[in-house]
């Protein structure tokens, strides 16, 4: 009888030991695996000041780059040389409990020959955690820029002195809860744009921007479930609505923009053994304009990045996305963009970083006939002189090709950037 109770009793304490491991297993814990990026090399990584409870970490860049189609333009390509001086800092808290972090940048793109498209961008922001229990927590974000956009990735620019500019503020907050095989996320985020309107190319006559500006208001809700500790599955929800300060006069007509919709997505979140690390979802979106004169747009969501850690030294990462987005074009309110990416990164040497880089983009407008096809290929070198000075060098080339009747509007183009930059760390 003796020797049968100690086996209950062993029986009983390994069952409340499997039972205390599984409750504290981390069924969302992703770090099997270092990608080559993010491998920390202390011989070569800054050093983080410390001020009080601050960890400071500054940062310098001075960069030269050569582009051979300074204006994008698809007819007489003029090429130049630009000089990029910035600077940015961050700030975080290393306390115990709660979590704040400060950022700000600023950088200057300087024209040689063109200076009258010389442009600059400015970002101050702020983030945190406040923990309201082991297992809940609030995580607040603002930000404000002055920033300019890229000729390569928006339409609007076509044909202006300079990048359009624009004003804005991105503010919102997401509650957390994680127990178990449970992870739930709960936010709301509001994001004003205030566009500047921009002088066409040659002369004084202005482009109104003043359509583009918008407030836009996004309440996501998401729940993952642990199926294993490598496995979660998830089911996200997403809601929106863009309402634009100015309507727009089209064919003599005043149109309104405002829209709103949702996407509707579930995937899965995984780390195998199979040396695989990512995240997919698979959807459905609608997007509804309030004017009819849009067209409403739904289909099929895509939200997906994989990492194949090939071996320590190289790492190869895919991501497809399948969204509705507004580029900015006064004839059309909307667009579907459909987007292939592949990286390759490679660790020549502890303090030398290659990346091979491509991406194909496709944008499908429904209120015009349109269609853009983008192609982007780069290559990048990281080299780390030492824990204050780091190299890039780096190739990228962009190819836009736009279709359609409606193709007068837009532009076909190619770009060839070839730079340098010496980043320095206080």
Known sequence: ????????????????????????????????????????????????????????????????????????????????????????????????????????????????????????????????????????????????????????????????????????????VDAHYQTGRIRAVAGIGLLQEDYKDAELLGSSTKVDQDFRDRTYTRLRGRLDYGVTPNVAVFGQAVAYQADYDDEVVIDGVARNRDSDGYILSAGVDFETQALLRGQVGVGLFNDRQKDAFFADKDGLSVDGRVTWFASQLTNVTVSAGRRTVDLGLRESASAVQTSFGLELDHELRRNILLRLSGRLLNEDYDDIDRQDEVSEFGFLTLYKLNRHMHLDGFVRHVSRDVSGTAAATGRTYDNTIIGVSLRLYP
């Open 1 to 172: 009888m003796t020797h049968v109770s100690r086996l209950i009793c062993l029986s009983a304490l390994a069952c409340l030991a499997a039972a205390s491991a599984q409750a504290q297993q981390d069924y969302f814990s992703r770090d099997k695996y270092e990608a080559v990026a993010d491998r920390a090399q202390p011989d070569y990584d800054p050093v983080a000041k410390r001020a009080g409870s601050f960890l400071l970490r500054p940062e310098a860049e001075l960069g030269v780059m050569s582009v051979s189609n300074a204006f994008a333009s698809s007819q007489d390509e003029v090429s130049d040389v630009i000089v990029r001086l910035g600077a940015k800092v961050r700030a975080d808290s290393d306390w115990s409990r709660n979590r704040v972090s400060l950022f700000a940048s600023s950088y200057r793109n300087e024209y040689l020959d063109n200076q009258g498209t010389s442009n600059s961008s400015s970002l101050i922001g702020a983030e945190g955690r406040i923990d309201a229990t082991g297992k809940a927590w609030i995580a607040p974000r603002a930000s404000y820029g002055w920033l300019s956009e890229s000729r390569q990735d928006y339409v609007a620019s076509f044909g202006t002195k300079k990048p359009i500019e624009l004003e804005r503020l991105d503010t919102g």
